[in-house]
């Protein structure tokens, strides 16, 4: 696909991102997020699990408070400062109506303009596959965006004082095989390599890679790899659902 790509609506000034895992915005859009913040934006996130099944070698007990700690020094370098966890098992996570439930209740609750999840398809393109994790948030994100409007759906929300609401005028998918917009991930992306290496404890046992290069590298080269398609400018890529 060579298709130009269009730059990210701008006319926002709250965004939500949900997703399953601690890293998984540090891997698809951190530079993205911090051009936002330093716009003056606010930027949330909520994450489904926290992480604990994702170190073979670190029982899920002592992972989860690990990972938990990681994400949330990870979020804070991009000027993220709100980080919650729906606490949903790691590995197992089910598509179905508890999910979108609890996706649809912190959409009422923050209130964003923009939604933010990553990939929802099975696979990244061509035969890499996706985890069944990331398909079920990321389908029950697009569906909770509907969801969060419609008071007749989980009406209990209400009668816990989360009232409907119908602001969401975007969901934007990260990590997509087919994207259609990008953020200019200049002034970003030095700061998504720092917010990717809070990870370190999840990197150190997937790459034998120094930390940093593997990081720099990774992310450099994803943003890099999109600058054909907006400008010549290195960007970090969505696929844009209006609503």
Known sequence: MTDQLDPMPTDWQRALAVVAHPDDLEYGCAAAVAAWTDAGREVGYVLATRGEAGIDTIEPARCGPLREKEQRASAAV????????????????????????DIAAAIRKHRPELVVTLNHRDTWGG?????????AVGRAVLDAAGDAGNRWIFPELAEQGLQPW?????????????????????????????????????????????????????????????????????????ELFPR
Do not use: K, Q
């Open 166 to 238: 119908n602001g969401v005028r975007w969901v934007a998918v990260a990590g997509s095989s087919s994207p259609t917009h990008a953020v200019d991930a200049t002034e970003g992306l030095e700061r998504s390599v720092r917010s990717l290496l809070e990870h370190r404890s999840y990197i150190e046992v997937l790459t034998d890679e120094d930390p940093e290069t593997y990081c720099r590298d990774f992310l450099t080269g994803n943003a890099r790899s999109a600058a054909g398609r907006f400008g010549g400018r290195p960007a970090v890529t969505f």
């Open 127 to 135: 035969v890499a596959w996706n985890t069944p994790d990331h398909v």
């Open 78 to 101: 991009v000027g993220v400062s709100t980080v919650e966890f729906l606490d949903h098992r790691d590995g197992v996570i089910e598509y179905g109506t508890g999910l979108r439930r």
